[in-house]
C-alpha cells in the first residue's frame, strides 16, 4: 500500500486546526443517554446522495458509513470507514478498496462489494443528479468495479490529488443494494438503512427526527449513546431559546451564532456550555445574472465588484466572524491562498472605499445616467435578510437601487436553478472538502453546481481544469493564486464576499464531540458520550 | 384661529380622552408629513457602528446594522400612516359601496353577496393576511391590497345594516316616486346618511390596519426588510432583546402609542358623530 503523498501533505497542513473543546481522553467513556440538537429546517426529502441542503446530512449522517470518513477523533484527517484500508497503482489512476468483512446492513442483510458498486454506479450515473458527491466524482471516476466481494476498484479518469478526501466526502455514503433496488431512492424513512453506528427511528415532518444505537455496528463497542435526537426549530430566536434552556446540546450547524447570540447563551448558561468560535469552510457571495440585463455587461458587474464594501458586510452582517474578500481562506487551505496582505489591497477590498466607490459609479453612469432599478433576491434563511439589506445600502451609493424580494428557503433555490433573477444578495455555499479546487469547481467553473450567475470565463474554465488535475503542490498553488487574482481583478458573476466564520456552543455534558473542517462531516456522533 | 382654538377647548372638555388621542394622532402625523426632515439621518443609511445605546448622539441608540433608531421610528410613522389610511380608505370605501348597493338592491343580489361577506369572513383575519401576501410577495404595495380585502367585508357588512334602515325611510320612497335612478337614489340619498358610520369605522379601522401590518412584518411577510416598519424594526430587534433592549423598546412604544391614540380620537369621533353607536362599533 502506498498513502498518498497529497493526501499525507493536506493532512499535515490541517493537522492543529478546529478549535480547542473540551477533551474527554483521559475519561472513561460512558454508555447511555440521548444527545439533542437541531437542524435549521425540515429535509423534507432523505437521499443523501441526490440532495443537498444540510439537513438532509444531519438527517442521515450517523445511518450510513463510507468508504472513508474524518476520523472521529481527528475530523482533519481521512480515516478508514467501511474500506479497512486502501491501495493506490503508481500512476495515481486506480484506487482499490478492500472492505471489511461480517458488516451488516441494519436489516440484518450482508454488506458486500455489490452494496458499494450499486451506490457509486447510482452517484456517477450521468442522467443522476447528484450535486454533492456526483459533482465532484462524475468529473474524476471512469468506472467502478467489484473485484470480489470483499474488494472494489476505482478507475479515475486522470490522477487527481484530492480523491480519497473526495471519496471520504460525507456526501459519498454507501447504500444497500437491495434497498435501492426496493425502494428505488433513498428519500423515504424506511429507506434509512444504513450501516452505520445508528438507526432511522423517527421522523416527525417539521418537528423531530430520531435515530437510536446499532447494537450491531461493526466498531466493537460503539456508539455511546442510545440514540440522537434532533429537533428542527427554524429561526435564531428559537434556536437561542432551546439553546438556553438547555433543550439542545450542541450548536454546530448553520447557521452559527453571532457574537451577541453567543454572549446571551454564556450569560444563560455560564460554565455548563463551552461557546467557541470556528471556521466553517463556507464562502458567501453575492451573485450577478450574467445572463439578462444589466449584468450581462461586464462594466457593471464591476462596478459591483468594485462596490460592494466586504469588511462592512463582514462587521455588521457577520458581526466580525469572517475573512473578507478571500476567494480562498487561509485558515482552510493555507498557501493555496492568496496572501490576505494581497487581498486586502486589491481594488473592490481596499480601505478606504472611496476610490474604488466613485470608480463603480463612473461605470454605473457611463451604462445608466440616472442610475438603475433591480430587484434582489434572498432566501429567508439565517440572517441573510441583514445582509441583504446591507447590500442594498451599498449599491445605493453607486446608483444602484434595489429593491429586496424574499424567498422561503426552496422556493429560492429553485428561482436560482432557473436563472429567474437580477441578483442574489447573499448565499453561503458550503465546500463538501479541504481541497482549494472546491471553490472554483462549485462558484466559478461553467458548469459548476452552485454558478447560478451562469457566468463562464475560458481562461478560468482552463485553469480550473488543469488545477485540479495537476499534481504538483507548488505548480497547483501557482494556479490557484492566478484563479484568485483572475476572479478579484475581473468581474466575475459572482462577488466573493467573505469565509463564514461562527460561534458554536457544546454543552459540557457532551464528551468527545470534535468539530469538522466542513459543516458537513464528523455529525454521525460515533465516538460522542454524555457524562450524565 | 380664536375660533379654531374654542372649538379644540369645547373638545377637549367634552372629550379629554379623546384630546388626548388627537395629540397622540397629531404627533404621528407630524413625524409621517415632515420625516425628512425630523429624522437625523436617513433610514437606510448604514454609516453607523451597530449596537450603539441611547446617547445624545443617537436618542434611541443605533441597530444592529448601525442604522439611526430614531431615524427609523420617525421614518417608520410615515410608513405605517400610509399603509394604514391607503388600505382603511380603501377597503371602507369599496365595503361601504358594497353594504349600501347590496342592501338597496335586496332579494337574491344582497343574498349573494352576504354569503361572499360570510366566507371572507369566516377565515380568520391574520391567518387571511398572511396568506394574501404569501400570494402577492413582499411589499408594501401588497400589504395595503391585503389589509383592504381583510377591510372590505366588514365595511359591507356593518354599513349594509344601517343601509337596509335609510332605505325604509319616507325620503327614500319619495325620491323613487319622483323617479330617480337606483345609482341616483344610493349616491344622494343612502350613502349620504350612511356618512357618520363610514367616519367611525375609517377611524377605529386606522389603528387596526397599523397593527395588522406590524404584525405581518413582524412575521416577515409585510413591508421588505429594509424598509423602516416598526413590525419589522421589532422582529430585528427580538435577535438581541438582552444586549440592546432599545431595539424593541422604541418601535414597540411608537406602535403602542400610535394604536392608542387612534383608538381614543376614534372613539370620540364616534361619540360625537352618532351617540347612538356608544360602544356598537370597533
Known amino acids: 500500500m502506498r498513502p498518498s503523498r497529497i493526501l499525507v501533505l493536506l493532512l499535515a497542513m490541517l493537522s492543529g486546526g478546529g478549535p480547542a473543546l473540551p477533551g474527554a481522553a483521559q475519561e472513561q467513556p460512558r454508555r447511555g443517554g440521548v444527545l439533542t440538537w437541531f437542524d435549521y429546517g425540515d429535509p423534507g426529502r432523505l437521499d443523501v446522495h441526490s440532495e443537498s441542503p444540510l439537513g438532509v446530512q444531519q438527517a442521515t449522517a450517523g445511518i450510513y458509513s463510507g468508504l472513508l470518513h474524518r476520523d472521529p477523533d481527528d475530523p482533519t484527517r481521512i480515516a478508514p470507514d467501511l474500506a479497512e484500508r486502501y491501495t493506490t497503482s503508481p500512476d495515481g489512476r486506480t484506487y482499490i478498496f478492500h472492505l471489511r468483512r461480517n458488516v451488516k446492513w441494519h436489516d440484518g442483510q450482508p454488506f458486500t462489494s455489490a452494496d458499494v458498486k450499486a451506490s457509486f454506479d447510482r452517484i456517477l450515473r450521468p442522467d443522476f443528479k447528484s450535486p454533492k458527491c456526483g459533482a465532484v466524482l462524475k468529473r474524476i471516476v471512469a468506472s467502478v468495479e467489484a473485484v470480489d466481494a470483499h474488494t472494489v476498484q476505482f478507475q479515475l479518469k486522470a490522477p487527481v490529488p484530492y480523491f480519497a478526501e473526495a471519496v471520504a466526502s460525507a456526501w459519498c455514503r454507501v447504500a444497500a443494494r437491495h434497498v435501492l433496488e426496493k425502494y428505488g431512492d433513498l428519500n423515504r424513512p424506511e429507506a434509512q438503512i444504513g450501516t452505520g453506528p445508528f438507526r432511522f427511528k423517527r421522523y416527525e415532518r417539521g418537528s423531530v427526527i430520531e435515530w437510536e444505537r446499532n447494537p450491531d455496528y461493526f466498531v466493537p463497542g460503539l456508539p455511546y449513546l442510545d440514540g440522537v435526537k434532533q429537533y428542527i426549530l427554524v429561526g435564531g430566536a428559537t434556536q437561542l431559546a432551546a439553546a438556553k434552556a438547555g433543550r439542545v446540546m450542541l450548536w454546530d450547524t448553520w447557521p452559527p451564532m453571532r457574537k451577541t447570540q453567543a454572549d446571551e447563551l454564556k450569560a444563560a448558561r455560564g460554565d455548563q456550555v463551552h461557546v467557541y468560535r470556528h471556521p466553517i469552510n463556507t464562502i458567501f457571495v453575492l451573485y450577478m445574472n450574467a445572463t439578462r440585463p444589466p449584468f450581462d455587461n461586464p462594466d457593471l458587474r464591476r462596478a459591483v465588484m468594485l462596490a460592494i464594501d466586504r469588511q462592512e458586510l463582514v462587521q455588521k452582517g457577520l458581526e466580525g466572524a469572517g475573512v473578507p474578500c478571500a476567494v480562498l481562506d487561509p485558515k482552510l487551505v493555507g498557501d493555496f491562498a492568496l496572501p490576505l496582505a494581497e487581498v486586502e489591497t486589491m481594488p473592490g477590498c481596499r480601505q478606504p472605499k472611496d476610490q474604488d466607490v466613485a470608480e463603480a459609479r463612473r461605470l454605473v453612469e457611463k451604462h445608466h445616467p440616472g442610475g438603475l432599478d433591480i430587484e434582489i433576491a434572498f432566501r429567508q434563511v439565517g440572517n441573510y435578510a441583514d445582509r441583504a439589506q446591507l447590500v442594498v445600502a451599498q449599491l445605493r451609493r453607486i446608483g444602484i437601487r434595489g429593491t429586496l424580494k424574499a424567498y422561503e428557503s426552496a422556493a429560492g433555490y429553485a428561482i436560482y436553478g432557473k436563472g429567474d433573477f437580477t441578483m442574489i444578495a447573499t448565499q453561503d455555499r458550503a465546500m463538501d472538502s479541504t481541497d482549494p479546487g472546491d471553490v472554483f469547481a462549485f462558484v466559478y467553473a461553467r458548469d459548476a453546481g452552485s454558478n447560478y450567475a451562469r457566468w463562464s470565463d475560458p481562461g478560468v474554465d482552463e485553469l480550473v481544469a488543469r488545477a485540479a488535475q495537476e499534481t504538483d503542490r507548488e505548480r497547483r498553488r501557482r494556479m490557484y493564486h492566478d484563479l484568485q487574482r483572475m476572479i478579484l481583478g475581473g468581474a466575475p458573476g459572482a462577488v466573493p464576499i467573505a469565509w463564514v466564520e461562527g460561534w458554536f456552543f457544546v454543552d459540557r455534558r457532551v464528551k468527545n464531540y470534535k468539530p469538522a473542517p466542513t459543516v458537513y462531516d464528523n455529525n454521525t456522533f460515533m465516538k460522542v458520550w454524555l457524562s450524565e | ?282
Open chain 2, 1 to 282: 384661529m380664536r375660533r379654531l382654538l374654542d372649538r379644540a377647548a369645547w373638545f377637549a372638555r367634552r372629550q379629554p380622552l379623546g384630546a388626548a388621542g388627537a395629540v397622540l394622532v397629531t404627533l404621528l402625523v407630524v413625524a409621517a408629513l415632515f420625516a425628512p426632515g425630523l429624522a437625523p439621518h436617513g433610514p437606510k443609511e448604514t454609516a453607523f457602528a451597530p449596537y450603539l445605546p441611547p446617547s445624545a448622539e443617537f436618542p434611541m441608540g443605533t441597530d444592529h446594522l448601525g442604522r439611526d433608531v430614531l431615524s427609523r421610528v420617525v421614518w417608520g410613522a410615515r410608513l405605517s400612516l400610509y399603509v394604514g389610511l391607503a388600505s382603511v380608505l380603501v377597503g371602507i370605501t369599496l365595503g361601504a359601496l358594497w353594504g349600501a348597493v347590496a342592501a338597496y338592491l335586496g332579494g337574491s343580489a344582497d343574498t349573494a353577496s352576504q354569503r361572499v361577506v360570510d366566507s371572507l369572513m369566516a377565515l380568520p383575519p391574520i391567518v387571511l393576511a398572511l396568506a394574501l401576501m404569501a400570494a402577492l410577495g413582499q411589499s408594501v404595495t401588497n400589504v395595503i391590497i391585503a389589509l383592504t380585502l381583510l377591510l372590505t367585508p366588514t365595511a359591507a357588512r356593518t354599513v349594509r345594516a344601517v343601509a337596509l334602515g335609510v332605505k325604509e325611510h319616507p325620503f327614500v320612497e319619495a325620491a323613487r316616486a319622483a323617479g330617480c335612478t337606483r345609482g341616483r337614489i344610493i349616491a344622494r340619498h343612502i350613502l349620504p346618511n350612511c356618512l357618520a358610520t363610514y367616519i367611525v369605522l375609517v377611524t377605529t379601522n386606522v389603528s387596526y390596519a397599523i397593527v395588522v401590518e406590524a404584525a405581518l412584518s413582524f412575521l416577515g411577510v409585510g413591508a421588505p426588510p429594509d424598509e423602516p416598519s416598526w413590525g419589522g424594526m421589532l422582529t430585528a430587534g427580538t435577535q438581541a432583546m438582552e444586549q440592546a433592549p432599545w431595539l424593541i423598546v422604541f418601535p414597540g412604544l411608537a406602535i403602542s402609542l400610535a394604536v392608542f391614540g387612534l383608538n381614543l380620537l376614534g372613539d370620540a369621533i364616534r361619540d360625537l358623530a352618532d351617540p347612538r353607536l356608544r360602544g356598537g362599533l370597533g
